[in-house]
């Protein structure tokens, strides 16, 4: 018997290299960024009209950083050739001081996204995946039951798995195709404020590469006509 796993969504962790630094600098222009919580805008700082925190100046080089491991997880992990250039085109604050919760959403405008755990007190809320493919869930919504003999499923797995969760550490970085959907989801005994920077990148070809069918040119082609 052979068993092909095909249709792979690969999701990237690794550590951000100068966090001791980046999180100070940050902190020091936090109260730029903040923002008053309430139905809309209770755990992310998108809705307020300011995603723009990668315009900083003083928090280049944690957008250096990075940029420096989205080429890796193109070209190192995904293989593409090295012909993009990388537009950070929208940053945010991912926050969470209480019980809320992400729901399920995808991020529609971009190719790759990134959550950076600038702090993470024990206990925080897990980052969530659900799996696109769902072909081996041969019954939609009857693998669980209340009790043991009402489960279908005897061992989860990556085979079956509908979902997948992360709880990357502070200091590291998460990047995942910008399409996958993703959520938060709380963790009993949490304290304190999870926060993370969010944001979006668009892969551009380099100038130099023309002769693409597919994917964006280099926007120092763009003729941008008012609205």
């Given at each position: 018997m052979e068993i092909f796993n095909v249709f792979p969504t690969t999701i990237y962790v690794d550590k951000m290299e100068g966090h001791d630094d980046y999180k100070k600098n940050f902190y020091e222009v936090y109260h730029k960024f903040d923002y008053e919580e309430n139905d809309e805008t209770n755990t992310v700082s998108e809705n307020v009209g300011n995603p723009l925190i990668h315009q900083e100046n003083s928090l280049d080089t944690l957008f250096?950083?990075?940029?420096?491991?989205?080429?890796?997880?193109?070209?190192?992990?995904?293989k593409y050739k090295n012909i993009f250039d990388y537009v950070i085109t929208k940053t945010w604050l991912s926050r969470s001081r209480d019980y809320k919760s992400i729901p399920w959403h995808i991020h529609a405008c971009a190719h790759i996204s990134f959550v950076y755990y600038l702090n993470v007190p024990?206990?925080?809320?897990?980052?969530?995946?659900?799996?696109?493919?769902?072909?081996?869930?041969?019954?939609?919504?009857?693998?669980?039951?209340?009790?043991?003999?009402?489960?279908?499923i005897s061992e989860h797995d990556e085979v079956n798995a509908e979902t997948f969760f992360i709880h990357p550490p502070e200091g590291h970085i998460a990047l995942f195709p910008s399409t996958l959907r993703h959520g938060t989801e709380f963790i009993d005994g949490f304290v304190g404020e999870r926060l993370a920077i969010v944001g979006d990148i668009t892969c551009v070809l380099k100038k130099e590469y023309l002769q693409f069918s597919t994917g964006y040119i280099n926007p120092q082609y763009w003729k941008i006509y008012e609205g």
């Open positions: 250096s950083e990075v940029v420096s491991h989205v080429k890796k997880y193109t070209i190192d992990v995904l024990p206990k925080s809320h897990k980052l969530k995946f659900m799996n696109p493919h769902f072909k081996n869930s041969l019954w939609f919504g009857n693998k669980e039951g209340k009790y043991d003999h009402l489960k279908m």
